[in-house]
Nanobody
């Protein structure tokens, strides 16, 4: 599956952004879709994966209560709504697809190209 991420930009602290990840080639419903991010000089880190079966999505503690993952199957697109952004959220954000329910980046087979999010203080 090919993934195209978009929606990043520059925002002031406390602001919001919505990232999109559109898939082509195969339907997103076949995959666990996750969001990861990588700040300069740091390792890529897990942000969120959707709920397994009707439960709550799994969020990193650092974004819990501020970020929300959602999906539009008709558009084959996954979204990441980011509210209450902080300067420490500055990173390149990646969407990824896995056939496993996992938070480990190495288990994701397909990756979008990344979209830059910069939060100014």
């Amino acid at each position: 599956v090919q993934l195209q991420a978009s929606g990043g930009g520059l925002v002031q602290a406390g602001g919001s952004l919505r990232l999109s990840c559109t898939a082509s080639g195969r339907t997103l419903s076949l995959y666990v879709m996750g969001w990861f991010r990588q700040a300069p000089g740091k390792e890529r880190e897990f942000v969120v994966i959707p709920s397994r079966s009707g439960g709550s999505a799994l969020y990193a503690d650092s974004v819990k209560g501020r970020f929300t993952i959602s999906r539009d199957n008709a558009k084959n697109t996954v979204y990441l709504q980011m509210n209450g952004l902080k300067p420490e959220d500055t990173a390149v954000y990646y969407c990824a697809a896995s056939t496993r329910y996992t938070t480990v980046a190495a288990d994701f087979d397909s990756w979008g190209q990344g979209t830059q999010v910069t939060v100014s203080s």
